[in-house]
């Protein structure tokens, strides 16, 4: 195998972001990707492109999260053009509905929070019964209300993830699938990755291996904190359209089927489902939507979020190896557009981006060295 200017370990959202921004500014990028039976959190996502709720308890990630949504459009425009895949993106704006008066007290704190945090960049409104009915007809008289958000969107992941490798495709870089890193040596020529089928070498690598980086990281002398948990999806048959923006329980998706989800385990590395969890999933979207309890369900999945003690992205470059970075994080869906421009750009050493330094793991006190 070649040499290159960039490897790129994982070809999830999170990897494909990263090579493609990389390619784009004309580096030579090589994408190694484990095989079929990885975790990945990439092809069992809900497909938000989230902006309400994020970052309340860190101000940079709520900054963060909304200058990404704010990057979307032009990305999706981007890459649609590019990559000649139709990545169904809109920008409707987005509910998260409450059914308690706790719950919609919770919600206000949290909302104004992040208002502050963001100086009113955020931009949200708390809709009453009458004004969400007014929005959505078919929602049931037990939600009190919901916060909507203009900057909320949602896109077809899967199709994400398609047009990016295309979008790779276009700018050159190559693709090694089934190439599952078991080592890696820091030289002064570079880095070299032992893949399933060869040596790899580059310049400067960036993990993007999701639950994987852990692992990876220990061999760059960076110390990787990860927690795992798992939401579990399900999907219905194609119904005609009803939710013309997408909430953070329930969307509708272009070609009509109905997503629900929004459940949290801890459960290790199990992605499997339950019917416990399932089971309370659905009957919450029925309280939103009595009608849902007549339709047909065709799939359930489970998928294992990456996710950091704090739950904000990780953004870091080796202390001890030089050249070696990685990108860590839940919400590669939302943050997909940040990844393939401003952090792309900081690790090709093109701009400082000091918002990046934020997210460094010296907030959790993890020695690098
Ligand atoms: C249930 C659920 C719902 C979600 N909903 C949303 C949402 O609505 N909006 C949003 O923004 N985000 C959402 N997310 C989060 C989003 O899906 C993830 O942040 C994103 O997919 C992470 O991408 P990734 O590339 O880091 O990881 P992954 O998709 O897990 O990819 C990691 C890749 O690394 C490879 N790999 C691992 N180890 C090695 C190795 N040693 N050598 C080579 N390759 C390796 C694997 O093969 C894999 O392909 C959700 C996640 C889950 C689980």
Redesign the pocket.
Known sequence: MKDFDFIV???????CSIAYGLARQKHRVAV????DR?????????????VQGKGANFAPYARWTGQAANLWPHFAEQLTAESGIEIDYQRSGGMHFCLQEQEWDERVSEMELIRQHTDGMFEYEMLGHDQVKALIPQISSNVLGASYSTQDGHVN?LYLLQALQQGMDCHQVRYFPN????KIEARQDGFHAH?TEGVVSAGKIVL?????NR??GDMLGMDIPLVVDR???MITERLQPFLNLPTLHVRQTAEGTVQI?YSHEDVGLDDGTSPSVLKKIARRAVTMFPFLQRVRLVRAWG????MTPDNNPIYQQSAECPGAFTV????????SAMHAGPVAEWIAGRAEHNQINHFSTDRFNVSQN
Request: net charge positive; glycine share 26%.
């Open positions: 370990v994982g070809g999830g959202l999170v990897g190694l990707d484990g095989g990885s975790f990945r959190a990439s092809r069992g996502n809900f497909g938000l492109v989230w992941p190439q599952v890193i078991d893949a993007c291996a999701g639950l994987g692992g990876l939401g579990q999806i989800g998928a294992l979020r990456i860590t994080c839940h919400s590669g869906v939302t943050l």
